[in-house]
C-alpha cells in the first residue's frame, strides 16, 4: 500500500478469503476503496495464488472476527510495497 496509505490504515484480520483493513478516518476510507482491486490483486500476486477473495474495510477495530489474525510479515510487505 506504501508510506501515504500505509499511514493511515493497517491489515488487522484475514479469515476465509476475506482481509480486513482497518481505516484511520472516513475519507481515507473513501480514498481506499479506488484501489480496492488493485491492493487484492498485488496481495494475490505476492503470494502466488489468490489468497485474499474480498477485502472489508473498517474505522471499528472491534468488529473484527476474533479468529481473524494477519502476521507482522504480511503487515510488513503491504508497508514496503509501492501504491496501488
Known amino acids: ?3 501515504t496509505l500505509g ?21 481515507r476510507l473513501q480514498e481506499i476503496r479506488f484501489f480496492e482491486e488493485t491492493l487484492r490483486e498485488k496481495v494475490n500476486e505476492h503470494v502466488g495464488r489468490t ?6 474495510f473498517t474505522m471499528d477495530r ?12 504480511f503487515k510488513r510487505y503491504l508497508e514496503e510495497s509501492g501504491e496501488p
Do not use: N
Not at 62 to 73: K, L, T, W, Y
Open 1 to 3: 500500500m506504501g508510506k
Open 7 to 27: 499511514a493511515v490504515c493497517e491489515p488487522v484480520g484475514f479469515e476465509r478469503g476475506r482481509l480486513y483493513i482497518w481505516v484511520k478516518s472516513s475519507a
Open 51 to 56: 489468497w485474499v477473495k474480498s477485502l472489508r
Open 62 to 73: 472491534h468488529g473484527i472476527p476474533a479468529s481473524a489474525d494477519v502476521s507482522e510479515e
